[in-house]
Every structure is written in C-alpha cells, then in structure tokens.
C-alpha cells in the first residue's frame, strides 16, 4: 500500500468564474470573459458562456455537503474580484462579502480547511479597459482587493494564494489569443509577467501587515520542459521553454529574484519590462510561505531548425518548438499528454532547487468528453480517472519517500464545472453535473477519492 505522510491534504479546487455562475447578479460587474462571450460567443464550446456554470452561487450550501462526500480535507476556490468591487476598485459589495463569509463558514463547518486565491484568470472589465495586466494602476488596485480580502476573510481562511498559473494568463492573453483581448503583442506579454509577479509579492507584502495566523502562496504549472535529444541544440531549447515557461515566475516568487539568463535574454533582445529598483526590492523582500502546483501535461520541446529574421517578432517559439513524441499517450479530449513520472521530476527540482519549500498539488485531472457512455447502474463509472490519479500519486509518493516536502494533493475538480474556451465539453469532476436538471451525482472516481483520503493512501 502507498502510504502519505500524516495529516496529508486531500481535495480539490475550483475557481470563482467556473462555478459560480450568477455573473451579472447582485452588483457582479462584467468580467473580460463575460464581455468576450458577449462579443463572440462563437468562440465558446457549445456557445455556453460564463452567466450561469455550475451556479454555486445559488447552490453551494447544498454543493459544500458534496465536499466531505468525497473525502474532502481540504478545498480551494478563488474570490471573483469583480464581485466583491465592483468595477475592481471602490465600494466593496456587502452582497459579495454576506455570500462569501456564508460559503467559507459553511465549509469550515464541514471540517475542511479553505484554500482561498485572489485571482484565476477573471479580470474586472474596467480594469482590463485601463491596460489589464500591463498597467501599474491595476496593480494598485489589485493590491487594494487582496488587502480588503484579507481584511473581510482573513478569519476563515486558512491558506492564501495570490494567483492561479500566472504565466497563463500572460501568454493566453498576449501571445496565444485564448483568453481576452486575445492579441499578439510580446511586449505586453513581458510587462503583464512583470507586474503579476510584481502584484503578487505586493499582495504579500499587504497580507504580512494582517499578522494572520494563515499561510500565503501562488499557484503555479509546473510543467518541466524535457528536451528531444541530448543535442546540445535541443537541450538549449528546453532550458530556454524552461526560463519562460516555469522560472519566470517561481524563481521571483520562492526565491525573490528572476533567473540571470532570463534578464539576459530579454536584454539582448532590449525586451526588459518597466520597472524600478524599489520593485525588485518588494519582490525580494515578499516571498511565498508555501508554493501550489498545478501538473497536467509535460512541455517537450526540440530546437526551432528555421532562422529568425532580425526584425521578427519576439515570440517564445523563436527559441523552441513543440515536441510531439511518437507513442506519446495522449488524453485525446483535451489533446495533453499523460506523463505521471513529471510529479516525480517536479518534486525533485523543488527539494533540490527550491529550498524544498513546503508545496502541495493544487491541480492534477483528466477532462473527458461525453461520459455518459461510462454509465453503469446510473452512475458514470470513470474508472480512466481513478487510473490517472493512482498513476499520479505514486510518482508523487516516490517523491516525498525521497524527501520532497510535498504536503498535499488536490484534483481538478469536485464538481464538472465550465472551462473557459472548453465550456462542458470535457468533465472533471468527481461529482457529476447534470447540465438540464442541475442534478448532482456522485461518480465512481468520488467513492474511490473518499477511501483514498480516510486511507491516507491506496
Ligand atoms: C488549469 C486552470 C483551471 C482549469 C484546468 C483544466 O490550467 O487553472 O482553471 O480550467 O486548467 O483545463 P481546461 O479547463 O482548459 O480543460
């Protein structure tokens, strides 16, 4: 039997926009992906936008009881900036803060501890209209929002995160056009990378002054770049997709400075960001308690054969291109690449490059298309994801067997939720939704999660 330490976290996270629904109800205002499903709802699966998902907004005192259901120690969503402030600066909405502190409450209630983030993906439109993540006035205001949080929730909460998978964002929004405003534009890309980093040490510089008795960190997908070959051109492919991919962010983040090559690199290429002295300072002076990772697919790459031209424009691909490895094992609905040993990789370079700072999986799943067909005596026997998650877990044991300070494991998701671009099309969940009925039903992976977590291992 694969056995974890004691008092092993066990869980699952979910976001704000992703399951709250409710999207323009009581004083919510507009998000960028509110505002984008009205401009071109085509682009979402189904055309199903964000104005109702999984409505835990209305549901969740029924939808917290599903938490300790499935073997629940521990459980993670985000605040929806945009509801709490309305337009993300000024009045806080007391309506936000009554269903906040009732939702929390309950799931303390419950006996599980809460995992609260500050921001997954959903940016206020006001703020997105100002310059999003390129403008130092949203970093202000995003600095007020966490300090009001802290200030409203710091009571319930029981571990912060400052921000979900930064680096998403950034290329979703400035490099790969999947997330809102969806254009090419490096430049945009670095200062946005720039100022998140920025806006998350200043969120932990605000959360310090509380002197609460919780704990602060970021949650970042740590997906380890492995290189084709040993050919030197390959292996400086995957240590450039390395830099940009995982060091942009958990070397400012755990060790309070960004990797020399990757300021070199961006020198070279007069690419450096704005920013001051005193900025570098915040970011050295506020590090995290604590690091969340979230894994679903490793980032194999071999070196771009083809020459940049001088006046190209500056794109990660310049340095490196995807690998597709033959015999990869591929989970066909969401296209990503099953690679469990990557928990393994990933618990080693934090124990051996990262001080081996405390840290958790914040995500680890397997979206699937079309479960119904999996159902047996009325319930959808996922038994592919029980699979993922043992496979999974025990790269992971190895990893702490060995020393890694890894203190936890939470799946994506408890409940099936919207995905952003995907909407419904693939589920997560270890509780199934039914979309016309609102019905909610515990799946085989949900049973097997609960024994998992009374066992403490499998
Ligand atoms: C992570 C995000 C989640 C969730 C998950 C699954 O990157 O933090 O919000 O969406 O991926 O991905 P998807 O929903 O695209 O299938």
Redesign the pocket.
């Known amino acids: 039997m694969i056995k974890f330490p004691k008092n092993f976290y066990w869980g699952s ?1 979910i ?1 704000a926009t ?1 399951s709250e629904g409710a999207s323009a109800k009581d004083n919510k205002t507009e998000t960028t992906w509110d505002r984008w499903y009205k401009e071109d709802p085509y682009k979402f699966y189904d055309q199903i936008g964000p104005e109702l998902t999984t409505n835990m907004y209305e549901n969740y005192k029924e939808d917290v009881k599903w938490l300790k259901k499935t073997g629940h120690n521990s459980y993670r969503t985000s605040i929806s900036w945009a509801r709490l402030i309305p337009g993300g600066k000024g009045e806080v909405n007391q309506k936000a803060v009554d269903f906040y502190r009732d939702y929390f409450q309950r799931i303390k209630d419950e006996g599980v501890e809460l995992f609260v983030n500050l921001f ?2 959903d940016m206020p439109i006001e703020m997105q209209e100002i310059g999003g993540w390129t403008s130092r006035e949203v970093v202000n205001h995003f600095v007020e929002y966490a300090d009001t949080a802290f200030k409203l929730f710091g009571d319930l909460v029981d571990r912060w995160f400052t921000f ?2 930064p680096i ?1 964002h950034v290329e979703c929004q400035y490099l790969n056009q999947y997330h809102y405003p969806a254009e090419v534009n490096p430049e945009k890309a670095i200062q946005s990378a720039f100022n998140t980093q920025l806006a998350s040490s200043l969120a932990i510089q605000a959360f310090r002054k509380h002197e609460l008795d919780s704990k602060v960190g970021i ?1 970042l ?1 740590l997906t380890p770049a492995y290189s084709r070959s040993s050919n030197p051109n390959d292996i400086e492919a995957a240590k450039i997709a390395d830099l940009i991919a995982c060091k942009s962010f958990l070397d400012p983040s755990v060790l309070g400075e960004y990797p020399k090559e990757l300021v070199d690199l961006l020198k070279d290429y007069d690419k450096l960001p704005d920013y001051t002295d005193e900025d570098l300072e915040v970011i050295k002076n506020n590090t995290v308690d604590f690091l969340g990772v ?1 894994y ?1 697919q490793p980032l194999r790459v071999k070196e771009n054969p083809y020459e940049i031209k001088e006046d190209a424009i500056f794109l990660p691909e310049n340095f490196y291109t995807p690998f597709e490895m033959p015999g990869r094992r591929m989970n066909i609905y ?1 296209g990503w690449e099953i690679y469990p040993k990557a928990l393994y990789d990933i618990a080693i370079n934090i124990r051996d490059n990262y001080n081996n700072i405390e840290w958790l999986v914040t ?1 680890n ?1 397997m ?1 699937v298309e079309n479960e119904e067909r999996f159902r047996e005596n009325g319930q959808i026997n996922d038994h592919y994801r029980i699979d993922f998650f043992k496979e999974h877990l025990t790269e992971l044991h190895k990893g702490v067997e060995e020393g890694s300070n890894c203190i936890g494991y939470q799946v ?2 408890f409940i099936d939720c919207w ?4 909407a419904y099309k ?1 589920r ?1 969940g270890l509780v199934e939704l039914d979309l016309d009925t609102q019905e909610r039903r515990i799946k085989k992976s949900g049973e097997w999660f609960k024994t998992l977590s009374e066992n403490n291992g499998f």
């Not at 995905?419 to 995907?422: E, I, V």
Request: no cysteine.
């Open positions: 996270a976001s992703q997954h993906f979900n998978e998403v949650i997908n979230n679903y969401r995500e799943g979206g994506w998701t995905s952003w671009l995907n693939n997560y």
